[in-house]
């Protein structure tokens, strides 16, 4: 089994600032990548980072140059720090990993059950 942790998410005023953790456990032979998404109501679970376990990252449009995706390989941990929080960054944010649960075995993908972070404005 496999268990992905989120831990972070909270209720902020625009502007301020939230870190989301998020920890992998279980049999796992190897993390490919983690990363975030997140779900508005009524809208469609979107990328919100990603990180490759060699360090490469991705961000979405909107949260390039406030949020920052970094990765705990030893850990198997991914963080989100999320800076300059607008109310449209309101949303559950989901953490997903990417991984091998043993050498032989094929990489699949897992999921966290979500963290509620809401920005006041």
């Known amino acids: 089994q496999v268990q992905l942790a989120e831990s972070g998410g909270g209720l902020v005023q625009a502007g301020g600032s939230l870190r989301l953790s998020c920890v992998a456990s279980?049999?796992?032979?190897?993390?490919?990548?983690m990363a975030w998404y997140r779900q508005a109501p009524g809208k469609q679970r979107d990328l919100v980072a990603r990180?490759?376990?060699?360090?490469?990252?991705n961000y979405a449009e909107p949260v390039k140059g406030r949020f920052t995706i970094s990765m705990d390989n030893a850990k198997n941990t991914v963080y989100l720090q999320m800076n300059s929080l607008k109310s449209e960054d309101t949303a559950v944010y989901y953490c997903?990993?990417?991984?091998?649960?043993?050498?032989?075995?094929?990489?699949?993908?897992?999921w966290g059950q979500g963290t509620q972070v809401t920005v006041s404005s």
């Open positions: 997903n990993a990417n991984l091998k649960r043993a050498v032989l075995s094929p990489s699949s993908d897992y």
């Open positions: 279980g049999t796992i032979f190897r993390v490919n990548t």
């Open positions: 990180v490759i376990s060699g360090g490469s990252t």
